[in-house]
């Protein structure tokens, strides 16, 4: 049975950067789990450092750390942490970034800014309503060919791809990564960019995640993680 691990960082205000590692199996079952002592970096290596502390932190020291203590094989790692991907390189597994949500990924295809960026402190007690009304109008290829089979009409809704084809979907911007490197596919209900200098190698990974995601919420793993890192470390 083919197992996949997740990746994430909790940046906590008072104790630092905590890193968690879970191996789940094709049923979603835990295997296995990490997670670092907190870390905080010194204001020496905030100065030496500069924009590309972040991936050292989260990629090279933690991430790489917690799969150095794994002891099972899986077939990638997932992360929702752009950063963690600095790792890539210093571990023998492919490891992949899953976007957050799909207003992420249409965000991205269509170019607009983050749907919360009023400062208006007074716009956050209706903030769901908010949201809502300022949704792109967009609509995937799915839903607009089944929208047509009935006979209704596109009224000015904008079509987003979501087919195996869709290259446009890039990584956060993270300092000393290649954005290009990583992929967006889709994979079930989720977006994952998938690493890897060939087509081939992409679709082979995509394959091996996709098996475990008809079975798994990509996403759920991480707040396991983080409930976890919050009980191993009593604190919230």
Sequence with gaps: MENLGFITVIDHPQHG???????????????????????????????????TLEP??????????????????????????????AVNGLINLPIAYIFDNLTQQINKQSGTD????????????????????????????????????????NKGWQIYKTTNE???LTIPQTAGLDSDYWQGYKVGNRMVAIPGEKNNDR????????????????????????????????YK
């Design 56 to 85: 050292y932190l989260y990629g090279e020291q933690i991430a790489r750390t917690l799969v150095s203590k794994s002891k099972l094989s899986v077939v990638a790692i997932l992360t929702n942490v752009a950063s963690v991907l």
């Design 203 to 234: 679709e082979q990974l995509l394959g091996d995640i996709k098996k475990i995601s008809q079975t798994v919420d990509l996403l759920e793993p991480f707040t396991r993680i983080q409930m976890a890192i919050e009980e191993t470390h009593s």
């Design 114 to 153: 983050n749907l919360n960026n009023s400062n208006d402190s007074n716009d956050q007690n209706d903030s769901d309503d908010h949201q809502i009304n300022d949704l792109p109008k967009m609509i995937s290829e799915e839903l607009d060919e089944s929208l047509r089979s009935f006979g209704i009409e």
């Design 17 to 51: 950067l905590v890193g968690g590692y879970l191996v789940l199996n094709q049923a979603g079952r835990p295997l296995e789990f990490h997670c670092t002592n907190p870390i905080r970096p010194s204001k020496t290596q905030e100065i030496l450092f500069g924009t």
């Design 166 to 168: 869709n290259k446009e």
